[in-house]
């Protein structure tokens, strides 16, 4: 099946800072979605991008599916963007099943 | 719309027990799927449907049953509990049509301890 690898592990940030995270896919896919897991154990669906670039306003994705991978960008980080962030694919045939990374957990203090 | 609600959110059970962990959708998406998540871990998908009356299994289906019997619901059903299956279990739903596949929209979870 298709391997999802995520870097890095860990991040530790100060506040305000800005961040990068990367999501990288073993196969051709249909389907990348980015989400947020906070403390609570709550998945917050942040970007559904298979291709392109999206925005919502300090985070913003790409995915470069043609090279098999995406970025995850966190500008001015706030203490609330602590969690871990997991990207999930889903392959290019007939498979609509998500595989999941083993998350980037990031911790920003204050 | 209340989105993907599953019940209950938190649960214990002993060895050798059985329950159903409830979902249910409003979206009127036709695609239903469950997942466990292993601390630490990302998510596994255990069974998935493609509508009602259709299920097939994922990557980490024994010990496991499902049914699809409305577009809405979506239960899974544990019959002989056991350690390894103390997880937090999350369900979710999408639309797709076979060749174009939309976003999965997630449940709260539901936290079961096995003892």
């Known amino acids: 099946g298709i391997q999802v690898e995520q870097s890095p592990p860990d991040l530790i940030l100060q506040e305000g800072a800005n961040s990068t995270l990367r999501c990288n896919f073993s196969?051709?896919?249909?389907?990348l979605q980015w989400f947020h897991q906070n403390p609570w154990g709550q998945l917050i669906n942040l970007f559904y991008?298979?291709?392109g670039t999206k925005q919502n306003g300090r985070l913003s994705a790409t995915t470069v599916a043609t090279e098999r991978y995406s970025l995850l960008y966190i500008s001015s980080s706030q203490t609330t963007d602590s969690g871990v962030y997991f990207c999930a694919v889903g392959g290019a045939f007939g498979n609509e099943k998500l595989t999941f990374g083993t998350g980037t957990r990031l911790t920003i203090i204050p | 719309n209340a989105g993907v609600t599953q019940t209950p959110k938190f649960r214990i059970l002993k060895i050798g027990q059985s329950m159903t962990l409830q979902c249910t959708q409003d979206m009127n998406h036709n695609y239903m799927y469950w997942y466990r998540q292993d601390p630490g871990m990302g998510l596994k998908l255990i069974y998935y449907?493609?509508?009602?009356?259709?299920?097939d299994k994922g990557e980490v289906p024994n010990g496991y049953n499902v049914s699809r019997s409305t577009t809405e619901d979506f239960p899974l059903r544990l019959e002989l509990a056991a350690p390894s299956q103390t997880s937090v279990y999350f369900c979710a739903s999408s639309f797709a049509t076979g060749v174009f596949y939309n976003e999965q929209f997630f449940g709260p979870g539901t936290r079961l301890t096995v003892l």
């Open positions: 196969d051709s896919v249909n389907n």
């Open positions: 991008i298979p291709s």
């Open positions: 449907s493609v509508g009602a009356g259709i299920t």
